[in-house]
Structure formats: structure tokens, C-alpha cells
């Protein structure tokens, strides 16, 4: 079954960018979706098709997917922003999610 | 508004069957395009995503659960059923049941979640 790597946590300062990776063979081709869950919470879709960002979702958040990494970016961090960030990927015969990243605000 | 609401044991033996029912509102599954699905989180762990079925009865499965798992929808009542056969202490989770607009997802609505719990 298709493989998706993330880095199990990431760490950044308010005020700074932070970049979560999502890593699988010619992820490029396939479709990524970007999940946010917050403890105790459902998780929440922040990036779809790899770059969209649904409504209501703050533009500091965006996404890119080429090659073999998909990548969320959340510019302006604060400490809202802490939580569990999930990478979906979608092909023709592949679905499946990531390990997760736990993203820290120091 | 959409709403899923997750139903079934929440306790069950190991190599039980799993029995999990999906009821939603807001919109109709014979809709082109519109998905129901199941996607779990054990204790402190990662998201899995297990099955989705589509408005035209089409059906994936994880690779890693397929022989294990199946999907089947009723329209008319508006449930999605689950069942996972062998049900083993490793498959203690909350399952949530999820809505998508499209084929290739995402999966934009949740349901609160169902904490099943296997052990002898």
C-alpha cells in the first residue's frame, strides 16, 4: 500500500513559519488535503486539492505539492495554531493519511 | 446543515464482528459525487482511514483492512453501515463517520465519533 511520511512534530516561535511536510512516491501526481484537530476536537479540513483553502480558513495557511512532498505552510504562527496536523492523499486506486504532525508554538 | 450521527457497541470481545451505523442529515447520498465514510483514531494515535461508499454505490477500502471491512448505504433511510470482521484489542479507536462532496475528497464533514473499545 501507497506509503505517507510526515515528521512526527515540528517546532516554531510566534511570529514565525512553519512548514509541515508530507512525503510519498510522486505524491505530485495525486491529490493532498490538510487536516487541523485540536485536542478533544474532530479534525478540520484547512487545505484541500493542495493548495485551496476552504472558506473561513485564515490566508496564512497554504499548501504546495510537487515531486515526492506535498508541504503545508502557516505564516504568522500563533499559539491558536497549535494542534495535530494530518496530510490525506487521494489517487486513482491510493487514500490515506499521514502519521501527523504535532505542531508546538514555543 | 450537514450532520453525522455514529451508533453501534461500544464494548465489544475480540473476534466479534463490528457493527457500526452511520445516520445523516442535510443531504442526500444518491447526490453525483457525494461520499460517506469511515476513518478511525485509536487512543493518542493517528488518523486511519477505513471505507468510503459513493452515490452510485462505488466502494474503496484500505488496503491494509479491505478483507476485513464492508460498506454498504441505504438512501432512503439515510445510514451508512460498517461492519469489520475479527474485531482484535488493536482496533480500539473512535471512529467518526465523514461526508465529502467529491470523488477525490476531502472529507468535509465529521460526525462526533463512536470510542469502541475491544477486550476480552
Known amino acids: 500500500s501507497y506509503v505517507v511520511t510526515q515528521p512526527p512534530s515540528v517546532s516554531v516561535a510566534p511570529g514565525q513559519t512553519a512548514t509541515i511536510s508530507c512525503a510519498g512516491n510522486?505524491?505530485?501526481?495525486?491529490?493532498v488535503h490538510w487536516y487541523q484537530q485540536r485536542p478533544g476536537q474532530a479534525p478540520v479540513v484547512v487545505i484541500s486539492?493542495?493548495?485551496d483553502r476552504p472558506s473561513g480558513i485564515p490566508e496564512r495557511f497554504s499548501g504546495f505539492n510537487s515531486g515526492n512532498t506535498a508541504t503545508l505552510t502557516i505564516s504568522r504562527v500563533d499559539a491558536g495554531d497549535e494542534a495535530d496536523y494530518y496530510c490525506?492523499?487521494?489517487?486513482?486506486?491510493?487514500?490515506?493519511f499521514g502519521g501527523g504532525t504535532k505542531l508546538t508554538v514555543l | 446543515q450537514i450532520t453525522l450521527k455514529e451508533s453501534g457497541p461500544t464494548l465489544m470481545k475480540p473476534t466479534q464482528t463490528l457493527t457500526l451505523t452511520c445516520t445523516f442529515s442535510?443531504?442526500?447520498?444518491?447526490?453525483?459525487?457525494?461520499?460517506v465514510g469511515w476513518i478511525r483514531q485509536p487512543p493518542g494515535k493517528a488518523l486511519e482511514w477505513l471505507a468510503v461508499?459513493?452515490?452510485?454505490?462505488?466502494?474503496r477500502y484500505s488496503p491494509s483492512l479491505k478483507s476485513r471491512l464492508t460498506i454498504t448505504k441505504n438512501t432512503y433511510t439515510k445510514q451508512v453501515v460498517l461492519t469489520m470482521t475479527h474485531m482484535d484489542p488493536v482496533d480500539t479507536a473512535t471512529y467518526h463517520c465523514?461526508?465529502?462532496?467529491?470523488?477525490?475528497?476531502?472529507?468535509?464533514?465529521w460526525g462526533q465519533g463512536i470510542l469502541v473499545s475491544v477486550s476480552s
Open positions: 465523514v461526508q465529502r462532496g467529491r470523488h477525490s475528497g476531502p472529507d468535509d464533514h
Open positions: 461508499i459513493f452515490w452510485n454505490d462505488d466502494k
Open positions: 442535510g443531504f442526500s447520498l444518491d447526490t453525483s459525487g457525494v461520499g
Open positions: 490525506q492523499v487521494w489517487g486513482p486506486t491510493t487514500e490515506g
Open positions: 510522486n505524491i505530485g501526481s495525486k491529490s
Open positions: 486539492y493542495d493548495r
